[in-house]
């Protein structure tokens, strides 16, 4: 069949079961644009880049399916790079289609070429930020190329692909027939790992005295979550998690214990240093979530030993020594776990010691808790505020949390179902949030969605808002209006007692203070300010209700409760300079 490479792109796409695509218009891909109106996939106009790049990062974890990133040439495709960081590292399947210049003029300093160091370089750029960057260099390749994109974005751990594609592609004709993407893709196989190992994973975790399982980002990726809290009821074993990996077991499981890490669940960060045996599964020990690999705070490793699960082999061995390590899917691997454990071998004393300790340990924080969380103080705190945002969303909820308020989410607001739980924690964007719900929203069906986020977040992110309200998305967002960065002047506040950058204010010191309520009336979304801690559970109740895109600002106060109970090798280093080294 004959047709223009936009065309066949747009009916490959369709093949493949891509049903969403968002970006921006531009010269680089209108043909591209006018090609989609004869397909079925919904587009959604974003108002910046990296808006389409972060939403379409929380529509794959929550659908576990990747939408298209549409981008024109130049600074349209650069605008993606920061929100691609975030999909690589928390492992989002993404696939970009970045316009690039035209195939007939490199070289020739066209038009927002980047050649001055070779012809045409846009694409050098995402390589730090991507599983695979694919120039493609003639028409009748697009289809060739946007199945390999899908099978490498979709194989192992997933992360994102960029096409980059010259413009004129899009224009030239070509005859050819657009393939079965069934022929072309591995398809979803599962695979367990050696079975040596299970078998040897299964008796150190039976012979263990304190048995502990550290579940990571991967666990909810592979969607095994079911099979993780069989095995671990079948070991009667505590679960810790990463911040990556909440909800890999439902945070109010008796035998959950909260996430690891320099701001961890104390009880988490308590027995992840009593181990005996941790099977870790799908995780790459990022520092923040390990204290920076400290086995005063996190895991001595030795004397502990390590079961370590992962798809990808680079990642067993990698951080610390591997007693047993299993390359292989988490949801395939933890099965073939549940099928090989029988009765623990260790003395039932032993175990139900370590289970009463539990148990002893989460009640006397949810002691030290409840004072915050029941807080009438306004400005208010944040841990009150996440207890009004728990109760208001239904437990199958989509809550996506604000990189400057994770930590503090993690020890007030418990994730209480699978794929209900969004966050940048790998490459940690501030702004990725905001549209981030605007993703999930696309992803959730009939599920309500909320996000919380800072002050200064939602200001990286407000073309998001005008998405949302052309697009009829009804995402709610509850903004900490603390003025300023308050997570980085708490940094300042320990190690120098003085501030710069960190509030909103004039040269003269005065507080400066946008009016977000105006702001997100301006878009045409609702808007709502909260004066008391009362009023904020009813304004998230009728903004569900409401079915519209929804903004409540807080008043918060700039100093957070937060428990920390970890450590962090960053505070080291900035406390040297502070001290004059």
């Keep these: 069949m004959r047709m223009v490479g936009a065309v066949a792109v747009a009916r490959t796409l369709q093949e493949a079961g891509i049903d969403l695509a968002l970006g921006m218009c531009g010269h680089g891909n209108v043909a591209l644009l006018d090609a989609l109106l004869d397909s079925n996939i919904r587009y959604v106009s974003t108002y910046h880049e990296q808006v389409a790049a972060h939403a379409a990062d929380a529509y ?3 659908a576990g399916k990747p939408a298209v990133v549409i981008t024109t040439v130049g600074a349209g495709a650069t605008n993606v790079v920061t929100a691609l960081g975030d999909a690589l590292l928390d492992a989002s399947a993404v696939l970009v289609l970045a316009a690039s210049t035209p ?3 490199l070289g020739l300093d066209a038009l927002q070429e980047l050649g001055l160091h070779g012809n045409s370089q846009q694409g050098e750029i995402f390589r730090p930020v991507s599983k695979r960057v694919i120039r493609v260099e003639r028409a009748e390749h697009l289809p060739r190329a946007i199945t390999r994109a899908l099978n490498i974005a979709l194989s192992g751990c997933p992360g994102p692909v960029v096409l980059d594609i010259p413009l004129d592609l899009y224009s030239t004709h070509v005859d050819l027939a657009i393939p079965r993407a069934s022929l072309h893709r591995a398809g979803e196989q599962r695979f367990e790992g050696d079975a040596a190992a299970l078998a040897r994973a299964a008796e150190l975790l039976e012979d263990a005295k304190r048995p502990l399982i550290f579940a990571g980002g991967g666990v909810n990726r592979a969607r095994a979550c079911a099979a993780l809290t069989v095995l671990a009821e079948a070991l009667d074993c505590p679960v810790v998690t990463s911040l990556a990996g909440r909800g890999a077991i439902s945070e109010v499981h008796p035998l959950s214990a909260g996430f690891t890490g320099v701001v961890g669940h104390p009880v988490a960060n308590a027995l ?3 181990a005996d045996v941790m099977l870790a599964v799908g995780t790459r020990f990022f520092d923040i979530d390990t204290s920076s690999w400290s086995p005063t705070h996190f895991a001595a490793i030795p004397p502990a030993k ?15 020594p591997t007693e047993c390590g299993i390359v292989g899917d988490a949801r395939a691997a933890v099965a073939a776990l549940v099928d090989r454990v029988g009765p623990p071998v260790a003395p039932a004393d032993g175990r139900r010691a370590w289970r ?3 148990r002893s340990a989460k009640a006397t924080w949810e002691t030290e808790a409840a004072e915050s969380r029941a807080s009438d103080e306004m400005p208010m705190q944040i841990a009150r505020i996440l207890t009004e945002v728990r109760a208001a969303l239904p437990s199958n909820g989509i809550f996506v949390s604000g990189v400057g308020i994770r930590h503090v ?8 179902e699978p794929d209900t739980y969004v966050v940048g924690s790998g490459y940690a964007t501030m702004g990725q949030e905001p549209p981030a719900a605007l993703g999930a929203v696309l992803a959730a069906g009939d599920r309500p969605v ?3 986020v800072g002050d200064g977040a939602f200001m990286c992110s407000l073309p998001m808002l005008g998405t949302a309200v052309a697009e009829r998305l009804p995402a709610v967002w509850v903004v900490l209006n603390n003025g300023g960065y308050a997570s980085i002047a708490t940094y300042q506040a320990k190690h120098y007692n003085r501030f710069l950058g960190t509030r909103f204010e004039s040269p003269d010191g005065a507080p400066y203070g946008p009016d977000y309520v105006a702001i997100a009336r301006g878009f045409g979304a609702e808007a709502s300010r909260v004066n008391s801690p009362a009023e904020l ?4 109740t009728r903004a569900l209700e409401s079915g519209r895109p929804t903004v409540i600002e807080v008043p918060t106060s700039p100093v957070s409760r937060t428990r920390a109970t970890g450590n962090w090798a960053v505070n080291d280093y900035i406390a040297a300079g502070a001290r004059g080294g």
Excluded: C, M, T, W
């Design 60 to 62: 794959f974890r929550i």
């Design 103 to 105: 195939q007939s003029e």
């Design 272 to 274: 992840v240093r009593e």
């Design 306 to 320: 390590l079961i370590h699960i992962d798809v990808n082999p680079y990642e067993i061995g990698k951080i610390f």
């Design 356 to 358: 009463d300790r539990l």
């Design 409 to 416: 989410a993690g020890q007030h607001f418990p994730i209480l």
């Design 450 to 452: 909320v996000a919380v």
């Design 537 to 540: 559970a009813p304004a998230i």
